[in-house]
Each structure stands twice: as C-alpha cells, then as structure tokens.
C-alpha cells in the first residue's frame, strides 16, 4: 500500500506543476502568453517546428508498454506457490521419485497456462488510447521566404473573422509547444491551449470535469483567484473537442506535459496489487513459513528414528507436497474463469480475472456521475412561466426559435427539438414562416429569429441567458396577462430561476414581442421592449436504473460515494434522485490541503465529492484504501482513468471513453446498472469457492502433519510410504477440482466477504487438529485391534483410506456454514466427484494398483471402526465449525 501510494504522490506533484504553468500562462494577456512560449501569431518556422519536435518529442501520451508474449508467459509461472511447488518437483525428481514429480509439474503448467491464455486475449493494454489522438490539427507554419498576410495582422483585431488560407494539416503528434492552432465545430483540441481569439466557442470537457454542459471559452487573462487549471476560461485541453464556434490559440503543452498526459501517465503505470492479490501472496506464505517449521522436524525425526535419511529426505519431500495447496493455482483459476463466463453471459465482460473476486469482496463503490449515474445526454425536464408553473405556451416558443435559427444548434436547442410533438400541434410548416434572424453572439448571449404566423402577424422570439434576456424586457406574462416588469418584480422572478439554479438546471429565459408586418428586416436593435414569458430548464438526468442499483449496493453491504468534477449543485439534486442522503459535499479545494490521514477520516464520513481532479478522485480512492476498504470505482470519462487504476476493481460502461475502458477491469455492456448486482454476487461465489478450497486444505494438511510427526516420532517405519503421500494428495486435490461448480449460501452473498488471512489461519488451527484426533484414533484402533505394529503394509494402507475419505467427506462440513447435507446441499459434480474418491480409496487396497502403492487389502472388521470414527470426526467438527462462526464470524 505505501508503494501504491507512493507512486500516486509522485504523479500528483507531476501534475501539480503542470497546472501551475497552465495557470501561469492563462493569467499572461495575449502578447505576454505569445513571448512566454516563444510565438508570435504569424506561426513558427518549419525549421522552429523540427528543433522544438526534436526538444519536446512528439505530441503523444503515455501508455501501457506491451509485454511479450513470453514475458506474460513467464510471469504466470513466477509466482511464489509455482515456484516452491517447481522446486518440490525438482527436488523428488532428483531423488527418484519420477511420478510425483511429474504429477506436480503438470498441475502447475496447466494452472499457468489457464491463466496466460485467459488474459492474453482479454488485455489489449490502452492501444485505443493512442489511437484516441491519432488525427491532425490545422496549425499556422511559415517559412524563411514568406511574408506575413494582412489577414493574419488583423486576426487578433478581429478575433477570426476570417481564417487565414495557408493553414496547414498535421499529424497530433508533429505539433509543437509555440504553434498557432485553428479551431472550428467538430475538431478534437489537439494539446493543451491558450485561447488567442475566440468566436462562439464552445467546448465539450464533460470527459475531463464531469459537467455534461459544453462549456464557452474566451481570450482574455484569467483572474488571478482561479486556483484550478480545469476552471479557466481561456484554456483548452487535450482530449476535449470543439462543439461550436472557431478560435485562434498557441499551444502550450505537448504529450504528457498536458493535463491529459499526466492522467495517461498515472493509466500506464504498473498496476498495484488488489487485495486479491495480496490475499493469495500472504496465504501461499504463510503455508511456506508452516512448511519451513515442519519439514526439517519431519526429516530429522525419522532420520535419526529410523536410521535411513535417504528414505527420511524422500518422506519429508512428500509431506512438504501433502503441506502444500499444489491444486490452488488452478482451482483460482477454474473459479475466475467459470465466473467470467457467467458474468459474460450477463453482457458483463472481464478483462481482468482477478477483479472478479474483488468485485465481490468490495464494501465501497465510488462512482463518477455523468454518464455512469446519468444517462450523459442533456434533456429539457422543465418549460415553466414567471411563476414557475408548466406553460406549453413556453415551449412552444423556445421550439419555434430553434427550428428557424440557421446557425449550429447546441446540445439545448437539439434538446429542444426532440419535443417532435411541438412541431405537429402548431402545424409549423403550414402557420409560420421565417422572417429574419438575429444570430447569437457571446457578448449578448442570446439570438432571436422572426416568425410570420398565419394571418400575418410577426412575432420576434429571444432566448438566452436569463440576466442579458432580462435587461431587454420591460414586461412580464403570466397566464395571458401582460404587466410592466418593474424591478422589485425582477427580483421575485431571479428567485424562480435561483430556485432551478438550486436543483441543478441550466436555465435559458425566453422571450418575445410582436412587430409590425410591414417590417421586413430586424436588427440588435429590435431586441428591445421584450415581454419576459418564462423559462426552459435543462438537466442530464440520472439512468433509469441508477436508484434500484445503489439502494440493491445497500442491501449486499456496499457503501456509494460520489466522486465527480461537477459542481456542487448539480450533483446535490443528482444525489438526491438517485437515493443518496447528502449532508455534506466535499470540494476538491477543501481536500488538497488534507494529509492523507485525515482525508482517509473525511472520506469514510462523506458520501459526495464535487469539483475533483483526476488525481483528487485517485487520491479519495488511496484514502479509502488506508482505512481497509475494498474500493471499487464506476466511471466512464477521460478524467476517471487514474481513478479506475488505483481501485482495486474498475469498472466502466458501454458508453466509456477508450482510456477509461482501457484502465476498467469490468465493462458493463448494457446500460442498465442492475448488472452490478449480478457481479457482485458472482465475485462473492467466486470468493466463496476459493476459500473453501483454501481452508478444506490447509486445515486437513495441518491436522495430518501433526499425525505424521507424532507417528514418525513413536512408530518404528514411516507411517505413510512417500508414494502413498503423494497419491493420497493427487486424489484429494481431484476431488476439489469440482470445487468451482459448487453453490454458495444465501447468507454468504449478502455481505461483502475480504481476505482474511489470520480468519483463514485461526480455521485452520482450530480445524486441523480434529483431524489429528481421528488420525490418533485410526493409529490406537489399528495397533490395538489389528496388531497394526507389527505389520507396517496394515498400518499405512489403513491410515492412507482413514486419511484420505476423512479429508474428502469433511468438505461437506466445511464448504457450508450451515448442517450439510440437511440446510445446505452440495452441487452435483461435487457430490458425484468426492463420492467416486472415496469409491476410489476404498478399493485400491483390494485392486491391481495396491502393490505399487504398497498397499495391503483391510480386514472386514476395520471399515466398521472406520466408519465410526468417520462419523465422530464430522460431528465434532460441525460442532467446532459452528462454535467459531458464532466466535469469530469465519463463515
């Protein structure tokens, strides 16, 4: 954990001065910010452009280094478990005994391959992101010979009335800091910007902030009290793209100097291990440090016991194989892999099979809002009058308006226009007519157009900005009464549109008056006089599943915090529509003064964090992580890739942007949320299986070592032959290979489950000595009532069936936290599986096989006793089981 934190603090000071040279230079006036980076607007030199190419390297961002296939190969088969059961093979192969090793080396080979070819096919490592900014940008170059044109002159006193004709086209990645760049509708921002002219700019940034509304840029110098890069208004970022209007501006950061750089630098970073990962590792050594302990007893009693330390090397070898979960590589791996293709049957794909248990083991989703919470798509929700009330009269005009405007419609007026059930009530092909048109401007921010209604009648329709709407009408409507707007009148109306201001609507006034119909064309002027009618409200609204979804999180124990840039009103009204109680929206100023330590306190105490930068919502995640969470993240923008990477599961939607897929663990394809319960409950199966496994096995291999050293220690010939060990173990590790298939407990699921590896060692201490008990049982039943002493073949071949139905009947016991067989039932292929290894183990004795085993046929008389005291062990050890759930929860 402090290495994954160290590495996020890393990325955050990187972008930290990142920011604070944008901030610098978007406080700079145009000829300062030119001279800053070394420009003039007549564009850089070509030979200018190839030295600063070569001194800032191409425009491209970081992304993740492909590993060889070999490589990923080779990184399945170093794992501590693989490498100690490798050395284990080696080692009986060395000795002698062929079989065992061989039987050991294929369990791991076929466990690794499982999972280097699952995830070779799945992982494509972040190549759309590359190809996300693989376009060209129209920039301004000049040459030694040419001579600066008068059009370029006068650009900066026009703000780009006219485009200049020697543009020229180049790759993204052959743009240099210094160059003069060209925007129109529809272009990506090819770097980091600083605007130099602008004409009814607007910008889509929702991928990097979260605010679903294109946002208007301007040229001037930013205030001095702008303290974050992502809120001035004269810059544009890589990533985002032009919605309307054209711009002149330098670019100021290439590659990963720009804001989107530095979050692609902190996707390609290595990924950290989850706490999945960290479960695994702890327990494979834990079995390691028992092993370290036991083994040398083990051979050191019998060699000097028994006299034979060759035969005591080889014994010792077959109990480090029986001490060691040899099947546990592959059975995660079967689990994982079972469970990605459940959860793909569910239009739930996953890229990482680790993520599945994660999934499940999450107590904490965070979750971006626009376009994970809300459908990314903003809807006209409300047309009210003065007062407030709904007027179709309202919307009727702001249809009109729209329909007839010639310029670029925005995302409102599209909104608008979808209200297709306007243009048929008001028959606007046959009653109305366009007369003239007053295009917007970003100085009045309003347009008006001019409709002729059937019988002649001209009717001038304004919308826009509520405040510049309001300084054109002298007069009020309400219900068809028309009265002069006097100011005291003004402010009552500012408390209507404060109040959907308040509920997170952006808010256009509309307006209109009616003129004479001699007058056949209109100018500014004509904006005057206006009759103020009402207002139409916008909003992206939440998904239709989204409040089912977090009040279903509730129930399986799982907390949701929001993490978004948008502004703090917004997401309060998001909150309250999807079901979240808000008391108090953390900002992202209040908690980048914090300490990690105290803003791990305020993140387990607010559930709403507004205005955040990428790494701010990364930072959260870190926060959440130090206070022992299993944090997942929901987001599907530029801005949620550092985000998605730290958590220890990622999720992200159809709708995603490519790095945020990229950096996603789990992508849901449908756009309903509900799937998110269906993989939840799959992680914890998934979880539930493993475990089983881990604890069936380390609890019975820890229960037969402590008989293996009490037998080597009073008996005068090894207690069990080293084949016999062995094969004991393959058979028991094939019973568990049905593991995967087995059901989970209702209450199992309902709660998140985590790894515990001192819950997994306090099973297995409790457990494993049960076993012991039994074994000591078998030992005293078999030298007592059948002169087992003296005969070495007896004692082995009874202990050898002993061991091996006790340890393959007790999953029943284990697997379940209720009375098996009775409240809870294994699946069938586990029932079919442990019923043929014990069908198994109670005839080899008696078949062609018990000679190369060394084993004898039993006497009748001793599966009567075996009997009971396969019965007493699972008796007792229900009793057992069922005392430490009530103790200490290990269900």
């Not at 105490?605 to 969470?629: D, E, M, T, W, Y």
Request: hydrophobic share 50%; glycine share 6%.
């Amino acid at each position: 954990m402090a290495l994954k934190t160290l590495a996020m603090t890393g990325q955050l000071q990187l972008a930290g001065k990142q920011q604070s040279e944008l901030l610098d230079i978007a406080r700079l006036p145009v000829e300062q910010a030119l001279a800053r980076l070394d420009s003039s607007l007549e564009g850089l030199l070509d030979r200018e452009a190839e030295e600063r190419l070569e001194q800032y390297g191409p425009n491209a961002v970081a992304h993740v280094q492909k590993k060889s296939a070999p490589r990923q190969l080779l990184e399945h088969f170093a794992t501590p478990l693989s490498l100690l059961l490798l050395g284990l093979a080696a080692v009986s192969f060395l000795t002698g005994e062929v079989k065992g090793a061989v039987v050991i080396s294929i369990m791991v080979v076929l466990s690794g391959l499982l999972s280097f070819i699952q995830e070779f096919r799945s992982n494509k490592a972040a190549e759309k992101l590359r190809e996300m900014v693989s376009t060209t940008a129209s920039v301004l170059r000049k040459d030694v010979t040419a001579g600066v044109p008068e059009e370029v002159n006068r650009l900066f006193e026009v703000r780009l009335r006219i485009r200049p004709s020697h543009t020229i086209e180049v790759p993204i990645s052959q743009v240099v800091p210094g160059d003069i760049v060209h925007l129109s509708a529809g272009d990506m921002i090819p770097a980091d910007l600083r605007i130099l002219s602008a004409k009814d700019l607007f910008v889509n940034e929702s991928a990097l902030t979260g605010e679903a509304m294109p946002r208007e840029k301007f040229f001037g110098p930013a205030s001095p009290e702008i303290k974050s890069a992502l809120e001035l208004p004269n810059i544009c970022f890589m990533g985002t793209n032009v919605v309307s209007g054209t711009s002149v501006a330098v670019v100021a950061a290439t590659g990963n100097r720009t804001y989107f750089g530095s979050i692609a630098q902190t996707v390609a970073a290595p990924r950290q291990q989850t706490s999945f990962d960290l479960g695994i590792r702890n327990f494979t050594w834990l079995m390691i440090r028992f092993m370290l302990v036991m083994v040398p007893l083990v051979f050191l009693i019998n060699g000097f016991s028994k006299g034979d330390w060759m035969e005591a090397l080889l014994f010792a070898v077959a109990v480090a194989v029986g001490l060691t979960p040899e099947m546990l590589p592959m059975i995660v791996t079967i689990n994982l892999a079972k469970g990605a293709i459940a959860m793909s049957r569910k239009k739930v794909i996953v890229k990482r099979l680790n993520s599945i248990q994660n999934f499940g083991a999450m107590d904490v989703l965070c979750t971006d809002k626009t376009g994970t919470l809300t459908q990314d798509k903003v809807f006209l929700e409300k047309h009210v009058d003065i007062a407030g009330n709904e007027s179709e009269h309202v919307l009727e005009y702001a249809y009109l308006n729209s329909h007839y405007q010639s310029g670029l419609k925005n995302l409102l007026d599209v909104a608008v226009l979808e209200h297709a059930e306007v243009k048929e009530k008001l028959h606007v092909a046959e009653r109305y007519a366009k007369i003239d048109e007053i295009p917007f401007d970003f100085q009045r921010r309003r347009m008006s157009v001019v409709v002729e209604e059937a019988g002649g009648k001209h009717i001038l329709i304004c919308k826009g900005a509520v405040e510049e709407v309001f300084t054109v009408c002298t007069r009020t409507e309400l219900a068809g009464t028309v009265v002069p707007a006097e100011r005291g009148h003004l402010e009552e109306l500012r408390e209507v549109v404060n109040d959907l201001n308040e509920d997170g609507f952006r808010v256009i006034a509309v307006a209109y008056k009616e003129l004479p119909v001699a007058q056949k064309i209109y100018a500014l002027a004509d904006e005057s006089d206006l009759i103020l009618t009402g207002y139409i409200a916008f909003l992206d609204p939440p998904k239709e599943t989204a409040a089912a979804a977090i009040a279903m999180l509730r129930q399986h124990g799982v907390a949701v915090k929001i993490l978004t840039g948008d502004n703090e009103v917004v997401t309060r009204k998001v909150c309250r529509e999807v079901g979240l109680e808000v008391e108090h929206v953390a900002l992202g100023s209040e908690i980048e003064a914090l300490t990690d330590l105290a803003l791990a306190g305020l993140a387990e105490q607010v559930s709403v964090f507004a205005k955040l930068s990428p790494q701010q919502k990364a930072r959260v995640i870190q926060a959440l992580h130090l206070k022992g969470h299993v944090v997942g993240f929901m987001g599907d923008g530029i801005n949620d890739g550092p985000a998605l990477k730290a958590a220890d599961v990622g999720i992200s939607v159809d709708t995603a942007v490519d790095i945020a897929k990229e950096s996603a663990d789990i992508i849901l394809l449908e756009k309903s949320l509900m799937v998110l319960e269906e993989g939840i409950i799959e992680g914890r199966k998934v979880f539930g299986n493993i475990v089983k496994y881990i604890k069936m096995g380390a609890s019975s291999n820890f229960g037969n070592m402590f008989s293996v050293l009490g037998a080597s220690a009073f008996l005068p010939f090894l207690p069990m032959a080293p084949v016999q060990i062995l094969f004991n173990n393959l058979l028991y590790d094939f019973s568990q290979t049905a593991v995967a298939t087995d059901s989970v407990d209702e209450e199992y699921v309902r709660l998140p489950r985590k790894w515990d590896i001192g819950n997994i060692a306090r099973f297995m201490f409790f457990i494993g000595p049960i076993s012991s008990i039994f074994d000591y049982a078998t030992f005293f039943t078999l030298i007592t009532f059948f002169g087992a002493w003296n005969d070495p073949g007896l004692f082995q071949s009874g202990w050898f069936v002993e061991s091996l139905l006790s340890q393959t009947l007790i999953v029943h016991v284990i697997r379940t936290g209720k009375i098996p067989f009775l409240q809870s039932k294994a699946s069938v292929p586990l029932l079919v599986m442990t019923g043929v290894i014990c069908a198994i183990g109670v005839t080899l004795p008696y078949s062609q096989f018990a000679h190369a085993l060394d084993l004898v046929a039993l006497p009748l008389r001793y599966w009567f006793a075996l009997a009971a005291i396969l019965l007493a062990y699972m008796t007792l050890t229900q009793l057992v089981k069922t005392w430490l759930i009530r103790r200490f929860g290990l269900s």
